[in-house]
C-alpha cells in the first residue's frame, strides 16, 4: 500500500512538472510574439541612389566641357562638321564620342520618318518628338535643310500666343481636330473645323489679324498652307 502511494506521488509530482515546463514554453512564445518586429527594408529606392536622368540633346552642359583641343576621339578621327556639332556640348568627363552618336540618331529618325512622309518629319520636329533636331541637321545631315525649314515655320498642337495672321494647315490624320482663334478681349474670332472632317481630309485653319490666342486640340502640328 504505501509502495503504490509513493508511486503515485512520483507521478503526480512529474505532471506537475512538466505542467510547469509547458506554461513556462507558451508564456515565453508569447512574449516573443509580442515584442515588436523591426520594420521590413522598404522596397522604394533612395532618390539619391537613382541614376541621374540623360540630358536632352537640345540642352548644352551646364558645367565644364571639353575645349575643341581636347575634342578627341578613343579611335580614328571626327570630322569637321562634327567636331562643329561637339564644339561646346561634351561634358568634361564624357566621351566625345557618346555625344555625338545621339545627334547622329537624330539625323536618322528624320531621314527614315521623311522618306517615308515628309508632313510626318516635319511634324516631329514641330512637336518636339526628335530631340536636338535643329542642331543636328544643320551640322550632321544638311541635307534634312528642308525639314528643318518647314518646321520652323510651325508651332505645336496647344496654345500660342500672338500667332502670325495667315491660313496654317495641321499635320494630322485625325479627324478629331478642333481649333479656336481669340482676341485680345476673349471674344472668338475665328474656329473650326467649319465641316466634319473624314479621314484624309486636310484641316486648315484661318487665323485672323489680331488674334491674341490659338488654341488646338488633337492637330498634332500647325505649319503655313
Not at 506554461?23 to 510574439?33: R, T
Not at 529618325?109 to 533636331?133: L, Q
Not at 482676341?183 to 486648315?204: M, R, W
Request: hydrophobic content about 35%; overall charge positive; charged content about 20%.
Amino acid at each position: 500500500m504505501y509502495r503504490r502511494s509513493a508511486a503515485a506521488a512520483v507521478l503526480l509530482a512529474a505532471a506537475l512538472t512538466l505542467t510547469a515546463c509547458g506554461s513556462g514554453g507558451e508564456g515565453k512564445a508569447d512574449a516573443e510574439a509580442a515584442k515588436p518586429k523591426p520594420p521590413a527594408v522598404s522596397s522604394v529606392p533612395d532618390p539619391a541612389d537613382a541614376p541621374a536622368a540623360p540630358a536632352s540633346p537640345d540642352a548644352k552642359p551646364t558645367g565644364p566641357v571639353l575645349p575643341d583641343s581636347k575634342l578627341i576621339p578613343k579611335t580614328g578621327s571626327f570630322k569637321a562638321n562634327e567636331k562643329q556639332y561637339l564644339s561646346g556640348r561634351v561634358p568634361e568627363k564624357m566621351d566625345p564620342a557618346a555625344v555625338l552618336q545621339t545627334g547622329q540618331e537624330s539625323c536618322q529618325r528624320v531621314e527614315r520618318t521623311a522618306k517615308r512622309d515628309k508632313d510626318a518629319a516635319t511634324g516631329a520636329i514641330v512637336a518636339g518628338e526628335i530631340p536636338g533636331a535643329k542642331d543636328a541637321i544643320t551640322y550632321l545631315c544638311p541635307e534634312q535643310k528642308p525639314i528643318l525649314d518647314a518646321a520652323s515655320k510651325g508651332f505645336p498642337d496647344g496654345t500660342r500666343t500672338s500667332p502670325a495672321a495667315g491660313t496654317y494647315r495641321a499635320l494630322t490624320q485625325a479627324t478629331n481636330c478642333t481649333w479656336e482663334a481669340k482676341g485680345k478681349d476673349g471674344a472668338v474670332l475665328a474656329s473650326g473645323p467649319e465641316a466634319p472632317v473624314k479621314a484624309g481630309d486636310k484641316i486648315t485653319a484661318a487665323i485672323p489679324a489680331g488674334t491674341a490666342t490659338f488654341t488646338s486640340a488633337g492637330c498634332y502640328a500647325w505649319i503655313p498652307a
